[in-house]
Structure formats: C-alpha cells, structure tokens
C-alpha cells in the first residue's frame, strides 16, 4: 500500500526548532531523557516532557520503552503539540536488526494517527550513538514510511548535519 498522500521533505537543522504537530524523539528505553536528539528535546521541551514519562514508567512502561515502540507525551516548551518516544535498536554487525528499526518508523506514525497528528517531524533513528550506517538508516526510514499506511500529511526528516541530510537526500531521488 502507498501513502501518495502523504508527503516526504528533508530538512537539515535543529528538530526541536520544528513546527509540526508531533516531533519523533530517538529515547533511549528508560524515557528519561539521554544524549543526542533525546538530551536536546527534553531540554528544549522542559520539565513537563520528563514528568509525563516518569509517569509512564511508573505505569505501563516499568521497564521502559521496548525497542521498535513508540508513546507520546506533550511536547512541553517545544513547537509541537507531542512528543513520539520511540526506541531504536543498537546497531549489531552480525545481527540484521533492521525489522526493529523499521518499526520504531511504523510504530510512531501509527501513534501519530491515533494523535491526529498530520505533521510529523522525524530524526535519523538509531543514525547517532547506536551506530547504525547513515545510508542504510536512510533507506530503512525512506522505506519504512513510504510503505507506511497514515492519515500523516506531511513526514518531515530533520537532518542534524550535511552528512545525514545528503544520505536521506540520495533515497528520495
């Protein structure tokens, strides 16, 4: 099945700068926050983020956020209205992890649908610290979401660097 209505743009910046409905966060399972794109949300978002995903874990998610899922919280102080918390997996050179990667991407749209969200600003999932292959987290992402039945409009990938932007940029050639 396509998404044809749905509409894939790059952007090379700050992703907790975008004004879209729902901003996908790369957490780490905990959801207390962490380095990298994870660190600079809850920073940026503040407090209200941080609480919403104590209360999580107290709940639902006692021992966190399984990989390749995804939950939303408000997105605080952030231009959004939500945050999506979804967790990548590790990159393994001997392991083909790339069905948990794919649905971390499945996963936050599907959450965003049942938001309502139709504007929905996504990292590069497991491209940072997790060490994944930026050209193969690309193809995964691109993949993954053109594949991806939604009620989302627009997908915004937000690209930290020229690096990453230009590898997501290859795929949707």
């Keep these: 099945m396509s998404t044809s209505?749905?509409?894939?743009?790059l952007v090379q910046g700050d992703i907790t700068e975008q004004a879209v409905d729902?901003?996908?966060n790369a957490a780490n399972s905990s959801l207390l926050g962490g380095?990298?794109?994870?660190?600079?949300i809850h920073r940026r978002g503040g407090p209200e983020i941080l609480a919403e995903c104590r209360a999580l874990r107290d709940g639902h998610y006692g021992r966190g956020l399984p990989t390749g899922q995804a939950v939303a919280t408000t997105a605080g102080r952030l231009p959004a209205r939500w945050v999506i918390?979804?967790?990548?997996?590790?990159f393994i050179h001997d392991e083909d992890r790339s069905e948990?990667?794919?649905s971390c991407y499945r996963e936050s749209l599907r959450v965003a649908d049942e938001l309502g969200a139709r504007t929905v600003a996504f990292p590069a999932v497991s491209a940072g610290i997790y060490g994944w292959p930026l050209e193969?987290?690309?193809r995964i992402a691109v993949e993954t979401v053109r594949a991806t039945q939604t009620?989302?409009?627009q997908v915004r990938?937000?690209?930290f660097d020229e690096r990453a932007y230009e590898a997501f940029a290859d795929q949707l050639r």
């Design 5 to 9: 209505h749905t509409s894939l743009t």
């Design 85 to 90: 918390h979804t967790v990548g997996p590790r």
């Design 35 to 40: 380095g990298g794109v994870d660190g600079a």
């Design 136 to 138: 193969d987290a690309a």
């Design 22 to 24: 729902a901003v996908v």
């Design 100 to 102: 948990l990667l794919a």
């Design 157 to 159: 990938f937000v690209l």
């Design 151 to 153: 009620q989302v409009e």
